[in-house]
């Protein structure tokens, strides 16, 4: 993956630790634990730009009920991608459920995700567009 951004022309910054707390033990194996996020941007990236300190390892559980069999956290994504200037753009090039685009969206986030799959496509692209619209109906309930 960090050769594919840099080969895509973006500029590779770092990789941070997704640390999932369970998972099943292996004798005479570690076990699998953590998952790595790289990150990079298309183009600068000053540090001067309104984006606070943020972590460098992300501990939450695997969600319980996942429509894809590698679904991340929603509230993982939710602090990935506060890494981007307020209102920018999120791309997830491998969508799977949605949770990134969710994510961003839920943060004030433009977002914009690709996915092969048709079923997952279909499934991603309903969870995100339903989940979006409880959210606008629970906001408007609370005004
Ligand atoms: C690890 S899953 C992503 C899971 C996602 N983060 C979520 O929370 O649901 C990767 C996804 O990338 C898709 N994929 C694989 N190769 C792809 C490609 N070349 N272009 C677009 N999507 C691709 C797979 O179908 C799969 O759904």
């Known amino acids: 993956i960090t050769?594919?951004?840099?080969?895509?022309g973006w500029i590779w910054r770092g990789s941070v630790v997704w640390d999932?707390?369970?998972?099943r033990p292996q004798k005479g194996r570690?076990?699998?634990q953590s998952e790595y996020v790289v990150w990079g941007s298309n183009g600068p990236m000053p540090v001067n730009r309104p984006v606070g300190c943020l972590p460098g390892v992300f501990r939450y559980a695997n969600p319980q009920n996942r429509i894809h069999v590698t679904e991340k956290p929603l509230q993982l994504m939710r602090d990935l991608v506060k890494i981007c200037v307020p209102g920018g753009r999120i791309l997830d090039p491998?969508?799977?459920s949605g949770t990134t685009v969710l994510a961003a969206r839920l943060e004030g986030y433009?977002?914009?995700g690709v996915e092969v799959t048709d079923a997952y496509?279909?499934?991603g692209s309903d969870r995100v567009r339903?989940?979006?619209k409880s959210h606008a109906e629970l906001d408007n309930a609370a005004e």
């Open 130 to 132: 339903f989940a979006l």
């Open 94 to 96: 491998f969508c799977g």
């Open 20 to 23: 999932k707390m369970t998972s």
């Open 3 to 8: 050769d594919a951004l840099q080969w895509a």
């Open 110 to 112: 433009e977002a914009v």
């Open 30 to 32: 570690f076990r699998q």
């Open 121 to 123: 496509y279909k499934l």
